[in-house]
């Protein structure tokens, strides 16, 4: 009878102390990320993936799924078991905005870990059309130019013509593919407008592209005598964040314990994927998790309903 | 100009130093390795460097990962098997009547009597030699216009006429490739009708999945080349060595190898090199058209402006420097559409736009060669086209490509004389497992398998009804880029249901397209009227 309280008793230490800290991934961790090889989302969780190896010495393998803002990602994600053996890496938009075009993902079907960085959103275009502001845009439409907008995605798009009937401006849309795709049709005369969200600082740092607007609840890191839209009368807030997440249903305690270590890495200065993210999305990592995320994500995509929904009308 | 010389410097330190600043030799390393294993494989007659590209990129990305730094290395590999294959593919032509690559089937012709007069080393060093002049003669030419012809293309062209361009290169490759042009028009077709599964750029969400949530980002890139290129030619050896299982014939003993080649006689090929190497270039700058015609035109040339043109076809040193030259040259030149416009003029520009499109996120186009002012910026570091650097590293690989094959490429080839003993049925099974296993490790799991197998069929059939792969592959692999331009161009201009033909280039270019197809047509119907 002794023997078997005594093994209930360490039983119940051991599962006492296996709190957060303790799960450890079975086997290697699929890292399945929603865009293409080679950008922004794709570079920062490669890295996040080499340093969690180095840290922890969990295995992740990380894959693109690239298409439709994360949502093709997504959808294959949200069948997986909820048990920290495969993650997704996307954007927030990926949640509170891509499931209204999407018959397969809804917000409620995720588990979401952790934020990692936050964009620089701006309004961008090239330095020899001679624009400063959105003024500049108006008036250059006004004078019978035609404007063509690059957007990666539809809520850009949506931003974009939203910003067009607020200056009373007609724009044309040109769809790239990401954020590159964005830039390097600015840059190559295609359009004269367009988007960046953090992969546009060499350039602009370059004089090649200028930033017109910032399109953040606040100035840019890059520009921060450059007004907000909001600032100028246009209520839209366009940032997003980098995000790691998980089927729905996943125990707060993995949850919590991918959070941490990921967390770990982000607040050490001398990891690469921090440094990474205070070159290209300065000044510094957004870490936001657990319960407040949740409703940040779910509070996000109602405010974004709202707005297609004005657009329409 | 400075600037220029900036850029170049830039792209030389890459290839020697990486990320960090350190010393590294891997890209040139990768180089050599792909020049030699490039010999070999084109050694082997069966294996072509088309083959050797297929099976080496899956390798190199599961070795090198997918990250800016791996882009060098990989595609030094990949040009490296080019460049040696083309190389490789003389040897067995000249010394057993059998060429190890298709590029090298006039080789024979003058390669193989001379190596039964008892001149084989003297054959082998003349195609080598004449060979790497070709080569490096294109690539000098790549150098130079590749950087013009985009600047040019990037000033002129604007969506509506880069969306005719791709366009009109389609309708030409079709109408050039294969004595069926408008099957190979069809293939063109299926392959673009392929690529269509997947996402799209219209925000509606995917299409043609099939309900396959595995599907959503689109067939997967790499098995399915696998399937189409090399597993279906498995499935035709398989098949054509189960047909012809007993009269499995043994190669001849290896003839007299002779004397050396000479310096003098080296230096009076010069003129005759040039030329074909002139031809060659010019092939290959067009999409589509590829080595075999190269060689066909610059034999024809070489005989047609021979004092004794009864000669060839009888084992004259002329005859093959007309078709080494001429084969070699083609490759490098064949990256003057895909590195200025991202467009594939042949098999081995397929798989240095599938490495470029999987690794990193550097791509092929115009905006490569933008000369962007080199600045430091505080508390960011270096401002500059990273592309840029990446193109003259590309670049310097070519020359340090060349350069081996000068030196170890000679050397190489005394060896390969046992290479082309290895029969198929040893040889088949192999490329079997290392084509399977890549389409399941590069394209996660059995969605790679399945997609291998499927367009696997797909090749095999396409082969048996005596059509090129080529249009179906390069269709499959630029449609996606026609959509996107398409539909920038259609929805950039407001929504102008006449928008590709505002711009008086566009109309030429589509123009040109429509008169190519009703060209392929028209000869398809006399085709049909004489057979009858």
Request: proline share 5%; net charge negative; with cysteine.
């Given at each position: 009878?002794?023997?078997?309280?005594?093994?209930?008793?360490?039983?119940?230490?051991?599962?006492?102390?296996?709190?957060?800290?303790?799960?450890?991934?079975?086997?290697?961790?699929?890292?399945?990320?929603?865009?293409?090889a080679?950008?922004?989302?794709?570079?920062?969780?490669?890295?996040?993936?080499?340093?969690?190896?180095?840290?922890?010495?969990?295995?992740?393998?990380?894959?693109?799924?690239?298409?439709?803002?994360?949502?093709?990602?997504?959808?294959?994600?949200?069948?997986?078991?909820?048990?920290?053996?495969?993650?997704?890496?996307?954007?927030?938009?990926?949640?509170?905005?891509?499931?209204?075009?999407?018959?397969?993902?809804?917000?409620?079907?995720?588990?979401?870990?952790?934020?990692?960085?936050?964009?620089?959103?701006?309004?961008?275009?090239?330095?020899?059309?001679?624009?400063?502001?959105?003024?500049?845009?108006?008036?250059?439409?006004?004078?019978?130019?035609?404007?063509?907008?690059?957007?990666?995605?539809?809520?850009?798009?949506?931003?974009?013509?939203?910003?067009?009937?607020?200056?009373?401006?007609?724009?044309?849309?040109?769809?790239?593919?990401?954020?590159?795709?964005?830039?390097?049709?600015?840059?190559?005369?295609?359009?004269?407008?367009?988007?960046?969200?953090?992969?546009?600082?060499?350039?602009?740092?370059?004089?090649?592209?200028?930033?017109?607007?910032?399109?953040e609840?606040?100035?840019?890191?890059?520009?921060?005598?450059?007004?907000?839209?909001?600032?100028?009368?246009?209520?839209?807030?366009?940032?997003?964040?980098?995000?790691?997440?998980?089927p729905?249903?996943?125990?707060?305690?993995?949850?919590?314990?991918?959070?941490?270590?990921?967390?770990?890495?982000l607040?050490?200065?001398?990891?690469?994927?921090?440094?990474?993210?205070?070159?290209?999305?300065?000044?510094?990592?957004?870490?936001?998790?657990?319960?407040?995320?949740?409703?940040?994500?779910?509070?996000?995509?109602?405010?974004?309903?709202?707005?297609?929904?004005?657009?329409?009308? | 100009m400075?600037?220029?010389?900036?850029?170049?410097?830039?792209?030389?330190?890459?290839?020697?130093?990486?990320?960090?600043?350190?010393?590294?030799?891997?890209?040139?390393?990768?180089?050599?390795?792909?020049?030699?294993?490039?010999?070999?494989?084109?050694?082997?007659?069966?294996?072509?460097?088309?083959?050797?590209?297929?099976?080496?990129?899956?390798?190199?990305?599961?070795?090198?990962?997918?990250?800016?730094?791996?882009?060098?290395?990989?595609?030094g590999?990949?040009?490296?098997?080019?460049?040696?294959?083309?190389?490789?593919?003389?040897?067995?032509?000249?010394?057993?009547?059998?060429?190890?690559?298709?590029?090298?089937?006039?080789?024979?012709?003058?390669?193989?009597?001379?190596?039964?007069?008892?001149?084989a080393?003297?054959?082998?060093?003349?195609?080598?030699?004449?060979?790497?002049?070709?080569?490096?003669?294109?690539?000098?030419?790549?150098?130079?216009?590749?950087?013009?012809?985009?600047?040019?293309?990037?000033?002129?062209?604007?969506?509506?006429?880069?969306?005719?361009?791709?366009?009109?290169?389609?309708?030409?490759?079709?109408?050039v490739?294969?004595?069926?042009p408008l099957?190979?028009?069809?293939?063109?077709?299926?392959?673009?009708?392929?690529?269509?599964?997947?996402?799209?750029?219209?925000?509606?969400?995917?299409?043609?999945?099939?309900?396959?949530?595995?599907?959503?980002?689109?067939?997967?890139?790499?098995?399915?080349?696998?399937?189409?290129l090399?597993?279906?030619?498995?499935?035709?050896?398989?098949?054509?060595?189960?047909?012809?299982?007993k009269?499995?014939?043994?190669?001849?003993?290896?003839?007299?190898?002779?004397?050396?080649?000479?310096?003098?006689?080296?230096?009076?090929?010069?003129?005759?090199?040039?030329?074909?190497?002139?031809?060659g270039?010019?092939?290959?700058?067009?999409?589509?058209?590829?080595?075999?015609?190269?060689?066909?035109?610059?034999?024809?040339?070489?005989?047609?402006?021979?004092?004794?043109?009864?000669?060839?076809?009888?084992?004259?040193?002329?005859?093959?420097?007309?078709?080494?030259?001429?084969?070699?040259?083609?490759?490098?030149?064949?990256?003057?559409?895909?590195?200025?416009?991202?467009?594939?003029?042949?098999?081995?520009?397929?798989?240095?736009?599938?490495?470029v499109?999987?690794?990193?996120?550097?791509?092929?186009?115009?905006?490569?060669?933008?000369?962007?002012?080199?600045?430091?910026?505080?508390?960011?570091?270096?401002?500059?086209?990273?592309?840029?650097?990446?193109?003259f590293g590309?670049?310097?690989?070519?020359?340090?490509?060349?350069?081996?094959?000068?030196?170890?490429?000679?050397?190489?080839?005394r060896?390969?004389?046992?290479m082309?003993?290895?029969?198929?049925?040893?040889?088949?099974?192999?490329?079997?497992?290392?084509?399977?296993?890549?389409?399941?490790?590069?394209?996660?799991?059995?969605?790679?398998?399945?997609?291998?197998?499927?367009?696997?069929?797909?090749?095999?059939?396409?082969?048996?009804?005596?059509?090129?792969?080529?249009?179906?592959?390069?269709?499959?692999?630029l449609?996606?880029?026609?959509?996107?331009?398409?539909?920038?161009?259609?929805?950039?201009?407001?929504?102008?249901?006449?928008?590709?033909?505002?711009?008086?280039?566009?109309?030429?270019?589509?123009?040109?397209?429509?008169?190519?197809?009703?060209?392929?047509?028209?000869?398809?119907?006399?085709?049909?009227?004489?057979?009858?």
């Amino acid at each position: 009878m002794k023997k078997v309280l005594a093994a209930a008793a360490m039983l119940a230490l051991s599962t006492g102390s296996a709190f957060a800290a303790d799960w450890k991934p079975d086997g290697p961790i699929r890292l399945w990320i929603g865009y293409g090889a080679g950008g922004g989302t794709d570079v920062q969780a490669r890295m996040l993936a080499k340093e969690l190896e180095q840290t922890r010495g969990w295995i992740l393998v990380p894959e693109n799924k690239s298409g439709e803002d994360g949502a093709v990602m997504s959808a294959q994600l949200k069948n997986e078991a909820p048990d920290g053996q495969t993650l997704g890496f996307a954007i927030t938009t990926t949640y509170n905005f891509a499931p209204m075009n999407s018959d397969n993902i809804s917000p409620e079907d995720f588990t979401y870990i952790t934020t990692t960085a936050g964009s620089q959103m701006a309004v961008l275009a090239r330095t020899s059309s001679g624009w400063k502001s959105l003024d500049d845009v108006k008036a250059a439409a006004e004078a019978g130019e035609t404007l063509v907008w690059a957007n990666w995605g539809t809520q850009v798009e949506a931003g974009a013509e939203v910003i067009a009937r607020k200056l009373g401006i007609t724009v044309n849309h040109l769809r790239t593919a990401g954020g590159k795709g964005a830039l390097n049709a600015v840059v190559a005369e295609d359009a004269n407008l367009s988007w960046g969200g953090g992969v546009q600082r060499p350039l602009v740092e370059a004089g090649e592209l200028t930033i017109l607007s910032s399109a953040e609840s606040t100035h840019l890191v890059q520009a921060p005598d450059t007004p907000t839209l909001k600032e100028q009368g246009i209520d839209l807030d366009l940032g997003y964040k980098y995000i790691i997440v998980a089927p729905k249903g996943m125990s707060d305690e993995v949850r919590d314990t991918i959070a941490e270590a990921v967390a770990e890495i982000l607040n050490n200065p001398e990891s690469e994927t921090r440094k990474f993210i205070e070159k290209q999305y300065p000044p510094a990592p957004v870490i936001e998790t657990g319960d407040a995320l949740r409703k940040t994500i779910i509070d996000g995509y109602a405010a974004n309903v709202e707005m297609m929904k004005a657009l329409v009308e | 100009m400075e600037l220029a010389f900036q850029y170049i410097g830039l792209g030389i330190h890459s290839v020697f130093f990486d990320a960090d600043g350190q010393f590294w030799l891997m890209p040139v390393l990768m180089v050599l390795t792909g020049i030699i294993s490039g010999i070999f494989f084109g050694a082997i007659p069966g294996l072509s460097g088309p083959f050797a590209l297929a099976l080496a990129l899956p390798v190199l990305t599961s070795v090198f990962g997918y990250s800016n730094e791996a882009l060098l290395p990989v595609l030094g590999c990949l040009v490296g098997l080019m460049k040696g294959a083309t190389v490789g593919g003389a040897v067995p032509a000249i010394l057993f009547n059998t060429p190890g690559t298709p590029d090298a089937f006039l080789t024979t012709a003058d390669g193989y009597p001379m190596a039964q007069k008892g001149q084989a080393r003297k054959a082998i060093q003349t195609s080598h030699f004449a060979s790497v002049m070709g080569d490096s003669f294109s690539d000098i030419v790549l150098f130079v216009a590749a950087p013009v012809f985009a600047v040019a293309v990037e000033r002129v062209l604007d969506l509506p006429e880069k969306s005719a361009l791709i366009i009109l290169s389609l309708c030409f490759m079709a109408a050039v490739v294969g004595n069926a042009p408008l099957k190979g028009l069809l293939g063109g077709l299926l392959g673009m009708l392929l690529s269509l599964v997947g996402t799209t750029l219209s925000g509606n969400g995917v299409r043609l999945t099939l309900g396959l949530d595995g599907l959503g980002s689109g067939v997967p890139l790499t098995s399915a080349v696998l399937g189409v290129l090399v597993l279906s030619e498995v499935l035709i050896s398989v098949e054509d060595m189960s047909r012809a299982r007993k009269a499995r014939e043994s190669l001849p003993q290896t003839p007299e190898m002779g004397p050396p080649l000479t310096w003098a006689e080296r230096l009076r090929m010069m003129p005759a090199i040039l030329r074909s190497a002139s031809i060659g270039t010019v092939i290959g700058a067009l999409p589509g058209i590829g080595t075999t015609t190269a060689a066909t035109l610059s034999y024809d040339t070489a005989k047609r402006l021979s004092k004794k043109p009864d000669e060839f076809g009888k084992g004259t040193p002329e005859g093959v420097v007309a078709t080494e030259a001429a084969n070699s040259a083609v490759s490098g030149a064949n990256l003057i559409p895909v590195m200025s416009l991202g467009i594939p003029g042949n098999f081995a520009a397929v798989f240095l736009i599938l490495a470029v499109e999987t690794i990193g996120d550097f791509s092929f186009g115009p905006s490569v060669f933008k000369f962007t002012e080199i600045k430091e910026i505080d508390g960011y570091g270096m401002i500059m086209n990273k592309d840029l650097v990446m193109a003259f590293g590309l670049f310097t690989l070519m020359v340090m490509g060349n350069i081996f094959n000068w030196t170890f490429g000679g050397f190489v080839m005394r060896f390969l004389v046992h290479m082309a003993r290895i029969p198929k049925d040893i040889v088949m099974p192999l490329i079997l497992l290392v084509s399977l296993t890549a389409a399941y490790v590069q394209d996660g799991g059995y969605r790679g398998l399945g997609t291998a197998l499927v367009f696997a069929v797909i090749g095999y059939l396409i082969r048996r009804l005596q059509v090129s792969t080529l249009p179906f592959v390069i269709g499959f692999l630029l449609a996606p880029a026609l959509e996107q331009l398409i539909r920038g161009a259609f929805t950039a201009s407001g929504g102008d249901a006449l928008f590709l033909l505002k711009s008086p280039i566009a109309v030429i270019m589509l123009g040109l397209s429509g008169f190519l197809i009703v060209r392929m047509v028209l000869q398809g119907r006399q085709k049909a009227a004489s057979q009858s």
